[in-house]
C-alpha cells in the first residue's frame, strides 16, 4: 500500500467522520480512528524511506492547480498529529460525553476532526494559497474547539485573544505568500534555496509562525488559551497545534534562503524564551496555566535547535549542526507526547475535582492512582529527567551546543550562552513539576472537592497509557529513530550530511534502561516490604498545633516564592496582604497574582492606544450628510492642489 | 455674440448669489428654475450656425429645468407639507461671504488656468467654478432634504457649464443625458424625500444620522 493510498482512504475516513460526528459519536470515533491510523501508516512509510509521495493534480482550486507533498518533514508532524488526534478523540469520548455536555459534544466532534483535516492540510499542501486557506481554516477550527463551553467567560475571552493573536499572525504570513509568489511568479511551493534575493521574507515567516508555535515574547495568546479550553483541546493544541508553527518555520528555513542573523536571532528567542517561559509557568498556581508556560519552554528548546543548526549550515560545520536539528526534531515528537499526557492527565484532575487550581487539589494519589502515575510519568518526561525521553532530546540539544562550543569559533558564542540558559530552565522545569505533582497529588486533600475525587474511567485511561507508552518507546528507541530523523533533516536542507548515530545514543539508551531497571526494582522492593511489615499511620509532626487543617501545607506558592524574588523584574507579582496582629489576630488575607507580563504591560497599553486612536476617527464618521459632503469637497479640494502643484511647479 | 454670453454667465453668478442669500423654500426654487432657463438659451448663442439638435436641447433644457423640475420640487414640497423656511446650518450672511468669495476666487482662479485662446475672454469657467462651489456650499450648510436638492441642481448647473466649453467637441447627446439623469434624480429624490417624510416625520436631514450604522 502506497503513502497516496492510505492517505487517500484517511481522507475518504475524515470527511465521513465530519458528516457523522453530530449523530453518531461511535461511528465518529472508528473513521477517527481509521483516518488517523492511515495517516501514520503514511507517514511512517515516508520516514522508513519509502520516498517522498508527491502528487500534482490538473484540478484548479481557487485558480492554482492542487499539488500536495509528503516528505520525510511533514509525515514527521504528520505522525505525531494522527497519534496525539486519536488518543484526544478516544479521550474526549468520555471526558466530554453527550451526557455530560449535550449541547457542545457534537459540535466538539466535528470541530475536532475538521482541525485534524485542516492540520494535515497545513502539512501536505504545496501551494502558497492552499497553505493559507488552509492556515486560516485550523486557526478557526482551534476557536471552535477552543470556546466548546461557550457558557464560561474566560473561555470566549481566551478565544478571542487566540483569534486576534492568530490573525495578527496570519497577516504576516499573507505578506510572506504575497511576496513569495510575486517574487518567484508562481504560488507553487518548493525548495528555492538558489535565491538569495528572498532571505528577507523570513522574518516574516517567523513573525507568523512564530506566534502560532508561542515563540517568547509571541506567546501572549498561548496560556489562556491552553488553561481556558477543554483539556483534550488543549493536549491538541499544545501537543500538535503549536509544533505547526514549528513546522512552518522549519519548513520555509529549509526552503528558502535565510538571511545571516536567523540563527542567531533563533537561538536567543529560543534560549530566552526557554527560560523566561518555565519561570512564569513555575509561579502559576493554576495547573493548566503552569503546563501552557512549559510549552513556550519547550518551543524555545525547540527553536534553540533550529537556530543553531542555521548557524551551521553558515559556517559549514553540518556535524553538530545536524545533532541539534535532530534534537529539535525528536523533541517535537518528545514534547509533543509528554505534553498532551499531562494535558490530558490535567484534564482528569479536573474532571475529578473540578478545579484547576493547584491549591484546591492536593492528596489525590490515594483517590486516583492510575492519574497520579501517568502524570507524574509526564512530569519526569518534561523535567528531562532520565530514563524518559525528555531527556533524549534535550541531551541532544545539548550535546550539539557542546561540540559547537568545542570549535571556538563564533558559533560557541551563541552555544555556551544557551547551553546555560536551557540548563537553567532545565532545573527550573524540574522545580516546577516537583511543585505540580506534590501539591496535587501529595499531602492531605486541600478542598472537599479533592476529597471526594475519583479515577476517571477507561477510556481516558487509555489514550493516557498509549501515551505513555509513547514516551517509554521514544526513550528506548533512540537509535530505531535515528534514520527517520536523519531523512527529516536531509529533506530541511540536504546541505545537512546525515551523520551515523552519536556513539553515545546506544550506551545512553543502556544507561536509561539500567535506569529504569533499578527504579522498578527499588518500587518492587519497597512495596514487598511495606505488605510484609505493614505501614504504620499516624499523624506526622505539627509542631504542637493542636488543630491542624489541611490549610496548614506547603502550597504552591511556598515552592515557588524563591523564584518569584529572583524574577521579580520579569513577573511583576501583583500582591495584596493583611497580616494577622496583636494577640488574638483576626482573619487575615493573602492574595498573590501573577499578571501576563508581556501582554499586560506591553501589548495591552498599545492595544489601548490603537482603540483609543480609532475612537477618535471613528468620529468623523457620524451621520450627518452635509459633513460628508464637506468631506468631499476637502478631498477634491486637496486633490487639485495636489494636481495644480504638481502641473505648475 | 460674447458679449451675450457672459452677460447670461453674469446673470447665473449673481443668481447664485440670490439662492445662498434666499430664506424661503419657494423663492429657492424659483432661482434655480431661472438659472437653469437661462443656462437653457446658452447653447443658441455659443453654436454659430442654426441647427435642429442644439434647438431641441436647449428648449429640453429650458422646459425641463424651468419648469418640470422645479413643478415636482414644488409638488414635494406640497406633499410633504413641510415648513417653507429654511433652517441653515451655515447662516445667510456667511454663506453669501463663502458665495462671493468663492466667485472671486473663480474669477482669479480662472485667470491662472491655461485655457484654449477662444475660451480666455469667457466668463463660462469662471461661472461653471462659482456655480459648483455654490452648490457645495448650500449642500453642506442646509439642513432641508429639498435645499439640498437645490444645492445639486446649481451643483450640476456649474458641470453644465463646464460642458458647453467641449460642445463642439462632444456630441449634443451626452448633454441630453446629463439632463435626463438629472431630472430622473430629482424626481427619485422626490420620491424619498417622501418617504423621508413619512419615516421621521420632518424633512430634517440631521435625522438621518440614526441610519448611520
Known sequence: MTAGFLLSVGAVAAVAATAAGRRLPRIWLSLVSLACAAALAASVRVLAGAGEWEWRSTYALAGQPVHLRLDALSALFLALLSFIGCSGAVFSREYWSDEHKPDSAPRGRVAWISMLICMALVLTVSNGLHFLIAWELFAVCGYFLLTLDRGNGDARAAGWLYLTCSHAGTLALFAFFSLLAVHTGSWDLGPMRDRPELAPLFWLALFGFGVKAGLFPLHVWLPSAHANAPSHVSALMSGVAIKMGVYGVLRFSGWLPTPQAAGWVLVALGASGALFGIVFGFVQNDLKRLLAYCSVENVGIIFVGLGGALIALRHGEAPWGILLLAGALLHVWNHGAFKSLLFLGSGSLMHATGTRELSRMGGLWRRMPWSTVLFALGAVAVAGLPPLNGFVSEWLVYLGLFQAAATRTVAAWAAVPAAIALATAGAVALAAFAKASSVAFLGAPRSDAAHNAHECGPLMRGPMLAIAALCILLAFLPSLLWPALMRAASDWNPALTAVALPAAMPALALIQATLAAIAAVAVLLLVSRATKTGVRRGPTWDCGFAAPTPRIQYTGGSFSGIVEGWFGWLLQPQRFASDPRGTLPTSSVRVARIPETVLERIVGPVAAFVTGASAIARRLQHGRLQAYLLYILAGVFLVGITVFLGVFL | ?213
Not at chain 2, 446649481?154 to 443625458?177: K, R, S
Request: hydrophobic content about 55%; glycine content about 10%.
Open chain 2, 1 to 213: 455674440m460674447n458679449e451675450t454670453l457672459n452677460l447670461l454667465v453674469g446673470m447665473a453668478m449673481g443668481l447664485n448669489l440670490l439662492a445662498l442669500g434666499s430664506g424661503r423654500l419657494p423663492t429657492l426654487i424659483r432661482t434655480v428654475a431661472l438659472q437653469g432657463m437661462t443656462l437653457g438659451i446658452m447653447p443658441l448663442l455659443i453654436e454659430p450656425r442654426f441647427e435642429w439638435p442644439v434647438v431641441l436641447v436647449s428648449f429640453a433644457t429650458v422646459v425641463g429645468k424651468g419648469w418640470i423640475i422645479p413643478s415636482l420640487l414644488r409638488r414635494a414640497m406640497r406633499t410633504a407639507n413641510i415648513d417653507r423656511e429654511i433652517e441653515p446650518f451655515i447662516g445667510f450672511v456667511p454663506s453669501l461671504l463663502l458665495g462671493a468669495g468663492g466667485t472671486i476666487a473663480a474669477v482669479a482662479l480662472s485667470r491662472a488656468l491655461p485655457l484654449l485662446p477662444e475660451h480666455a475672454g469667457s466668463m463660462l469657467v469662471p461661472g461653471a467654478l462659482a456655480s459648483v462651489l455654490t452648490g457645495f456650499v448650500l449642500l453642506i450648510g442646509r439642513t432641508k432634504a429639498i435645499s439640498q436638492v437645490c444645492g445639486y441642481l446649481i451643483l450640476e448647473n456649474g458641470i453644465y457649464l463646464f460642458g458647453l466649453l467641449l460642445i463642439q467637441a462632444t456630441p449634443l447627446l451626452v448633454d441630453a443625458g446629463i439632463l435626463l439623469d438629472v431630472t430622473v434624480g430629482v424626481f427619485v429624490i422626490g420620491i424619498i424625500v417622501d418617504r423621508i417624510q413619512r419615516a421621521f416625520d420632518s424633512l430634517d436631514t440631521r435625522k438621518l444620522t440614526v441610519l448611520r450604522e
